[in-house]
């Protein structure tokens, strides 16, 4: 990948960190759920957009299957870590009783059906799940497994393999190079 489209992927994954970002709070933490497929189809539209700016601006309107993957892989890497380093603070410095309510609706749902069939130990886990370290680490790794699969299913779309038609040929020089080879053959 090289350097101009690298900064392009790391520009952009500021304003595609925004979008979670929003996500987060609306959804998260203002609890506006049905904003969450807005989010989803929004998210989508980015990558399509962002990578066909890419493809366009930095490429000469070329990619291949593995450049198109590398920078979606690489635009979601990205915001992983602007996310999770939002997240942190939010949770950390922010609303620290954030995650002890969401562990609290968490085990309200799931907590009489592990107590029922003797399974103290995954309310355990599930306590633990929800500590500051391994709530960012998930949502960290979250990123990158949902930047593999959307790399690999829209790479096959958004690539692009150069055309025999936009190459365009100048007469003059195919034939100036035949005319230098003949001559180097006549010199030898």
């Not at 922010?94 to 309310?123: C, K, Q, R």
Request: glycine content about 2%.
């Amino acid at each position: 990948m090289n350097k101009q489209l690298l900064n392009h992927c790391m520009k952009w994954a500021f304003a595609f960190s925004a979008l979670f970002i929003l996500n987060f709070i609306l959804v998260s933490i203002l609890k506006l759920s049905f904003l969450s497929f807005v989010f989803d189809i929004a998210a989508i539209l980015f990558v399509i957009f962002v990578t066909i700016n890419a493809r366009v601006k930095c490429n000469n309107n070329e990619f291949s299957y593995s450049q198109s993957f590398k920078y979606i892989f690489l635009l979601y890497f990205f915001t992983a870590f602007v996310v999770a380093l939002f997240e942190l603070i939010y949770v950390q410095f922010i609303n620290t009783s954030y995650l002890n309510d969401s562990l609290e609706t968490v085990l309200a749902t799931v907590g009489p059906v592990l107590e029922s069939e003797n399974l103290e130990d995954s309310i355990e886990v599930i306590e633990m799940l929800f500590t500051p370290k391994y709530y960012v680490f998930f949502s960290f790794f979250n990123f990158i497994i949902a930047g593999f699969f959307v790399a690999l299913i829209f790479s096959i779309f958004l690539r692009r393999s150069p055309s025999i038609f936009d190459k365009k040929f100048d007469d003059e020089n195919v034939d100036n190079s035949d005319n230098n080879a003949k001559d180097n053959n006549i010199e030898e």
